[in-house]
């Protein structure tokens, strides 16, 4: 059967989708999870706000019309011609390489729309499956970079960095 992968930009209507996505305990986000669907509607209505500001596009990924997971860009203020990806994507399409085509749907926006000519992406050490995702993605590991991230517990995190630019 073949896949029919689509992204577009995050919708208020997605709420309730994105929340039962982001509650698995088995994520590892560097945001803390929103704990209700309150707290998802808020960072939805968030999310728009940055796409207005032209700072951040958070998209969900769609497989087959239906919601699986999300993926974003976050445009570097300092640095207007670099984005920071970021996904996730609900645990039954974990190993299926949904991520890796949702991610070159969303370079084609970077690139092509949003001028942006290098896209970075960084992840936790232990996260593995994220790290396979961005080098199977075409992304090159550039280092390590020392207490980047909070983790849900308030410590500094040490994150890998890999990018690819245009």
Not at 26 to 42: A, G, M, R
Not at 144 to 151: A, E, F, N, T
């Amino acid at each position: 059967m073949m896949r029919d992968i689509k992204i577009r930009l995050m919708e208020l209507s997605d709420s309730k989708r994105i929340h039962e996505i982001l509650i698995n305990p088995k994520f590892s986000l560097f945001s803390p999870e929103p704990k209700s669907i309150e707290e998802t509607i808020f960072w939805i209505n968030k999310s728009s706000k940055s796409a207005e500001s032209g700072t951040g596009y958070h998209y969900i990924i769609k497989l087959n019309e239906e919601i699986i997971g999300g993926i974003s860009v976050k445009i570097f203020s300092h640095r207007r011609h670099i984005g920071e990806i970021a996904y996730f994507i609900d645990e039954p399409y974990w190993g299926q390489g949904i991520v890796v085509e949702a991610i070159k749907l969303l370079e084609q926006k970077c690139f092509n729309d949003l001028g942006l000519t290098r896209l970075e992406a960084v992840m936790e050490l232990k996260n593995i499956n994220s790290e396979k995702v961005a080098i199977k993605s075409g992304y090159q590991k550039e280092g390590l970079l020392k207490k980047v991230i909070i983790d849900k517990e308030g410590n500094l995190k040490d994150v890998y960095l890999y990018a690819k630019t245009l």
